[in-house]
């Protein structure tokens, strides 16, 4: 069996006792076979035999991504390429999957263990911008969400809200003990509430899980997440708005079961550094300053698992286990997650 294969079999079994193991298992790995990654290292002068813990891991700026062929294998018949949204005129980033079922194996797993299995939900999707525009990680891992449901209601949904909404009434009459998943881009969600489309049957229902992903896409004004979150709840009769964390550049995702706190997954972890030192690891005890996200995918493993990105967080807890999203960069994408800092 090829290493990649032992690699991603070790990560289908992680614990959070061994994360840090593998991860340094990988980088070992994507050092010596990712080419870009391997120039990067170098170029930093970086003595790899000095590398002992996930603090000393040189990360990829995310930016890499448009402009190079991250791989740390080649190119199979099964290969993908996911390309990220982006504004008109942006160039964009490419994240070539070599191995797609693997990433729908993750991504299977971390939304059944946050939630619940998916052949118990009925998956209704309002994603206008990711299907216009294709060749998306989301509506890839969306469709395959939709497919395990196993159930005829599940689907996406463009422009025409008045279906949706219809299809949500039916989906609570037919299946009355069944969790009904909306996951939608923030802006086509607030189109939604504040469409004259009456919810006011889902008052006493607590059927429907309300999903925001992936921001304004250039639509509308940025907002506050809490902004957004009121919004929602109040036209949708929800307590709590889920939100999903997630970009082209990773296989995992991270969720929020409400008050925009993301939970890592089994093989996703933050480390965040200081804003302007990039090689700087902010203490994990401390929950009160803000710093650039480094994201640790494990399941990169063809590509690259150490990613600085442009999003900005801070901690909620002492053991970093929760994290809170609260903007990004000055000058960065207006992409995946962003939601405008307060």
């Known amino acids: 069996m090829k290493q990649n294969e032992i690699l991603k079999n070790k990560v289908l079994a992680v614990t959070k006792e061994n994360f840090n193991e593998l991860a340094l298992d990988i980088f070992e790995y994507q050092s010596e076979n990712c080419e870009i990654y391997k120039k990067y290292i170098n170029t930093l002068n970086i003595n790899l035999e000095e590398i002992k813990s996930l603090n000393q ?34 160039v964009t980033s490419k994240h070539i999957v070599n191995d797609p079922d693997f990433y729908l194996q993750i991504a299977t797993k971390q939304f059944e263990k946050t939630y619940q299995p998916l052949n118990q939900t009925i998956v209704l999707a309002l994603l206008p911008s990711y299907l216009e525009r294709g060749e998306s990680s989301l509506v890839y891992m969306v469709q395959h969400f939709i497919s395990q449901s196993g159930n005829d209601l599940s689907g996406f949904f463009i422009h025409d809200l008045k279906a949706l909404v219809k299809t949500i009434k039916s989906a609570i009459q037919q299946y009355p003990n069944r969790k009904i998943l909306l996951i939608g881009v923030t802006y086509a969600l607030l189109d ?63 969720y929020s079961k409400g008050n925009g706190i993301f939970e890592i997954s089994d093989t996703l972890k933050l480390l965040l550094r200081e804003i302007n030192d990039p090689f700087s690891i902010l203490d994990k005890n401390n929950k009160t300053k803000t710093g650039g996200v480094n994201c640790i995918d494990l399941a990169n493993v063809d590509s690259v698992s150490f990613i600085e990105t442009k999003d900005l967080a801070v901690y909620v807890d002492e053991s970093a286990n929760y994290f809170k999203i609260i903007g990004r960069f000055d000058n960065s994408d207006q992409r995946g997650c962003n939601l405008m800092v307060q």
Do not use: C, W
């Open 192 to 254: 939604l509430a504040e469409s004259d489309a009456d919810l006011s049957f889902l008052k006493y229902n607590n059927q429907l899980m309300v999903m925001e992903t992936g921001g304004m896409k250039g639509k509308r004004t940025e907002m506050i997440r809490d902004e957004v979150h009121a919004i929602l709840k109040q036209s949708f009769y929800r307590t709590e708005i889920f939100s999903e964390y997630g970009m082209t550049e990773l296989l995992s995702q991270a």
């Open 57 to 90: 891991i040189p990360f990829l700026p995310i930016d890499f991504f448009k402009k190079h062929t991250i791989l740390s294998n080649p190119e199979t018949s099964q290969t993908v390429t996911f390309k990220s949204s982006g504004t008109t005129g942006q």
